[in-house]
């Protein structure tokens, strides 16, 4: 096996002076942990590519994403809006809505036509763009060409959401398909396949636009379950499977760096990368490790939203910074929105620009406050250090949610791990402050649209399937592994 790794060149800080709009390239990981990467420091998995990315460019330690799980956390970030405003949440009361919190083979709902996206925000500039990896915001009607993107090859939802092609969709989902576009060209898909292929169209789309600007997102399967590493990574770290899949994200990166670097394209290029929420530690070795952050996907608790996050931009970051400004995925349109001088939106947004915090013109960013939903619900929100926490709940047992009168209140600067809890009545003057952000919060709320994640927006006759008469198989030899450990495999 061969690593790629590419050069960091070393740059001073200026301001942005370009004869052309940048490029983006959003490299996304799927439940990878705040303490899973080496420069965030995991001690035996090995991520060269990832760790000089922040070398030259800026690492955030207080990051977050849309939301703690898949499906509302890519809404986000595609939109720059919360997802409960964009109907990407379940009005099902407890506990049916533990089932309906992401898209699914059988689901009918999806990111609406009226939402703009950040593919769709750039393509009246003539920017090029391309999916690659996973969506998981709809299949029906709903793919990334419907939603703003030129291309789109990769899955419609997570790898877990299949099973084997003996089983009619009456009992199971069929095998999870590979997209090109609308067009499924593999099902059930040969996962150890995919990011070499990724790859390939990666680096063709970067050569191809090479002369004009694009927008790339590379939304990586790994590290989800179950997990799965091309041949040549296979028993290459000393993690294990899950090592072995993420040093192979990693060398994924290196390459198309790499490439950005031999057309002279990166102090043209804008990268970022992030998660699009914590580790799934309930997983144990086969999910990540959230360091020193309580919690895991699925939960409201630091480990399910904080995420590692790096933006790298030669000639305009400087290098090797560390940023302490609070960020979100959900930043990621308006900063885009700067700097390409796209129009934003005519929509009640959530985005702030980074652009400041980026270019070193400023230490702390627009964004003072973070809120952290659970579907519709309001769990938490932190205003400055303070995280006030509404109702707690674990994200994948059968516990109800539990309400907080008075809120636990926590210090992130002081206490990032969530374990010293402050007391109500000393720092009633806190709560009060973050109640009055909360207030004002949900007066930009509104009336919400309708759930897109509900049990009437599901009916397993639009299960993606290449051919009925074939049992949903096509182009393919593999057998897609099935975890029924964590699986829902639900009745029409």
């Known amino acids: 096996m061969k690593r790629v790794a590419f050069v960091v060149v070393a740059c001073s800080l200026f301001a942005v002076s370009m004869s052309r709009p940048p490029n983006f390239v959003i490299l996304l990981a799927d439940d990878l942990g705040y303490g899973d990467i080496g420069c965030y420091g995991h001690p035996t998995i090995l991520t060269p590519n990832i760790d000089l990315l922040a070398q030259g460019g800026m690492k955030f330690t207080q990051f977050y994403s849309a939301n703690s799980i898949c499906t509302p956390s890519r809404g986000g970030l595609m939109t720059g809006r919360l997802p409960l405003r964009t109907g990407i949440y379940s009005s099902a009361g407890y506990p049916l809505d533990m089932v309906f919190r992401v898209f699914m083979p059988g689901s009918t709902g999806g990111l609406q036509s009226d939402e703009v996206t950040v593919a769709a925000l750039l393509k009246p500039l003539n920017y090029s763009s391309l999916l690659l990896g996973k969506w998981h915001l709809g299949h029906l009607n709903t793919m990334p060409t419907q939603r703003g993107f030129d291309e789109f090859y990769g899955l419609p939802y997570s790898q877990d959401e299949g099973c084997p092609p003996a089983n009619p969709c009456l009992t199971k989902w069929p095998g999870v398909p590979l997209y090109h576009n609308e067009t499924i060209i593999e099902q059930p898909v040969d996962l150890s396949t995919l990011t070499p292929r990724y790859n390939e169209k990666a680096l063709e789309f970067i050569v191809d636009n090479k002369d004009n600007p694009f927008l790339l997102v590379m ?190 209140l926590y210090h992130l600067g002081h206490d990032p791990s969530e374990q010293y809890q402050l007391n109500a009545t000393e720092y009633s003057s806190i709560l009060e402050q973050i109640n009055s952000v909360v207030e004002a919060h949900n007066k930009t709320i509104g009336s919400l649209p309708p759930s897109q994640l509900d049990l009437y927006d599901y009916d397993c006759k639009v299960c993606p399937c290449c051919d009925h008469a074939m049992l949903c198989v096509c182009n393919s030899t593999s057998t897609p592994v099935i975890d029924v450990g964590h699986g829902f495999y639900l009745f029409p």
Not at 363 to 370: I, L, Q, T
Request: glycine share 12%; aromatic share 12%.
């Open 219 to 408: 939304a990586y399967d790994e590290v989800h379950v179950p997990l799965f590493a091309s041949r040549g990574f296979v028993n290459t770290s000393a993690r294990g499977l899950y090592g072995d899949a993420l040093q192979e994200m990693d060398d994924s990166i290196g390459q198309i760096v790499g490439r950005l670097r031999d057309l002279g394209l990166l102090g043209d290029t804008m990268i970022v990368f992030s998660s699009d929420n914590g580790a799934w530690t309930e997983e144990g070795l086969n999910g990540g490790s959230n360091g020193l952050l309580r919690g895991q996907k699925g939960e409201t608790w630091e480990g399910g939203m904080r995420v590692p996050t790096i933006f790298y931009w030669t000639g305009h970051i400087a290098s090797g910074k560390v940023s302490l400004a609070l960020g979100s995925q959900l930043d990621f349109l308006a900063t885009f929105a700067e700097l390409a001088g796209a129009s934003m939106p005519n929509k009640t947004l959530d985005s702030y620009s980074l652009v400041p915090v980026l270019l070193g013109q400023a230490a702390a960013s627009s964004r003072d406050s973070v809120f952290y939903y659970r579907d519709a619900t309001l769990m938490a929100a932190r205003y400055g250090n303070y995280k006030a926490h509404y109702f707690t709940r674990s994200g994948w047992g059968l516990d109800k949610p539990e309400r907080h009168d008075p809120p636990l």
